[in-house]
């Protein structure tokens, strides 16, 4: 009896997984992350972090507009005048964090990954943990679920799937034990190709 009690505590040891992991595959994944392609940080207060939002493991070659709410918490803030497209946008997003975004022309994915903006985020304390969580907006095109715009000839809608999990699941952590585990399907090879 006492052997299968360890059994069955290893095993649900072993199964349970982390919070912030979603062990299956999954494709067109987004994230935010630092340009070594980090989840996380350590830093002091007072820092600026250059963050990135990305789309990898893309089933599409590219993306013309994408909606989405980047939520901040904890001790940390999104420098809204730091925002930066890779092209022109319309960004109607009216409600604070939400973002629905179209390109002027599309974004060509690399290695199935498109950076569609960077950012920077404010950590006004290093004692408590902060992070970013990447949800749907408050009137979504697909229902419940972030998404991007194929091209905006056929007005294809696909379903982004947060990098870590799902929207209650961190994206990125900034002084925290618990860091994000991004899904087996986003590579961190596809995200160096989009810095060289």
Request: charged share 15%.
């Amino acid at each position: 009896m006492k052997k299968f009690l360890v059994v069955l505590s290893i095993l649900s040891i072993a199964l349970a997984g982390s919070a912030f992991a979603d062990e299956s595959s999954s494709d067109n994944n987004v994230g935010v992350y630092l340009a070594d392609g980090s989840l996380s940080a350590d830093v002091a207060a007072g820092s600026t972090l250059d963050l990135h939002v990305i789309i990898s493991n893309m089933t599409v070659d590219s993306v013309a507009g994408f909606e989405f709410k980047m939520l901040a918490y904890g001790p940390m803030f999104i420098n809204n005048s730091s925002i930066v497209f890779p092209t022109q946008v319309i960004n109607v997003g009216s409600r604070p964090g939400e973002f629905i975004v179209g390109f002027d022309l599309p974004l060509l994915a690399t290695d199935d990954a498109v950076e569609v903006m960077t950012f920077q985020a404010i950590v006004t304390d290093a004692a408590i943990p902060a992070g970013l969580l990447i949800q749907p907006v408050y009137f979504p095109s697909l229902p419940g679920v972030p998404s991007f715009l194929v091209d905006g000839d056929s007005g294809e809608l696909v379903e982004l799937r947060q990098s870590t999990g799902g929207a209650d699941d961190a994206v990125f952590v900034v002084n925290s034990e618990s860091v994000p585990v991004a899904t087996e399907s986003t590579s961190f090879d596809s995200l160096k190709s989009l810095y060289r």
